[in-house]
């Protein structure tokens, strides 16, 4: 009986293994420190600052948000409430590529002279064209305030602050999705159907219910052989 006991638990154990793969994320962020250079009407000025870039899901796209945790540069006059407009470029990498613009709201209360900028959140939309891993790197930020324009730009090349993994409007990238595909793909995977029995890869969030119901058809039929094996332990000999 101990035998068996310990037989049932580790089949049940083995069987349910697939299922923690479904809880895999699909994004990776991380804090970057942009060395940010700045061409303003008074001269040259610089500072670095960690950013690091959100993205939350909203409909077919993405919205960002762009967060600096230093002030870039500085006023030789006071910036009252409202004075200051920032925006910025996130520089979009990997299997897509472009640029999306990002703005915030105004500053909320006044910058005293020759004080660091803080800037607020950045935020905008970005629309998957492509299918695959996409980078967000920190690109151009550029403040507008009494009338003038300051331009910083990130001089020492920084690595991206935010990956994800994206389906644009043709499906995934592996062209699976709508039937056969004679085309490659961004990944190094052939679409359409397959010989060998292989199931269609759809999106992320499709890919993760496939796992799901996978795994409950699975844990359901461990279950079964489970039962039958302890009332198979059961039957009275003769």
Known sequence: MPNRKRTTLALAAALAGPVVVVGAPAAHAEVVDVNYQCVTP??????VSPI???SVRSGGGHKLTMSFQKGVSSSPVELGKGAMN??????????????????GPANTE???ANTPIRISD?????TPKKSGKVTFTAGVLTIKALGTTTTCTPKNNPGPSLELDVEGPGGPADGSKGGSSTGGSTDGTSGGSSA????????PLDSAAALGTLGGT?????????????????????
Do not use: F, N
């Not at 008074?42 to 500072?47: D, V």
């Not at 950045?122 to 970005?126: A, Q």
């Open 122 to 126: 950045l935020s905008g939309t970005y």
């Open 86 to 103: 920032p925006s910025a470029v996130i520089e979009v990498g990997g299997a897509d590529q472009g640029k999306v613009q990002v703005s």
């Open 42 to 47: 008074i001269g040259p000025k610089g500072a």
């Open 218 to 238: 699975v844990l359901l039929t461990g279950a079964a052989g489970v039962l039958w094996l302890t009332r198979r332990g059961q039957r009275p000999a003769g």
């Open 196 to 203: 060998g029995g292989e199931l269609p890869r759809t999106g």
């Open 110 to 112: 006044a910058i005293p």
């Open 52 to 54: 690091d870039i959100k």
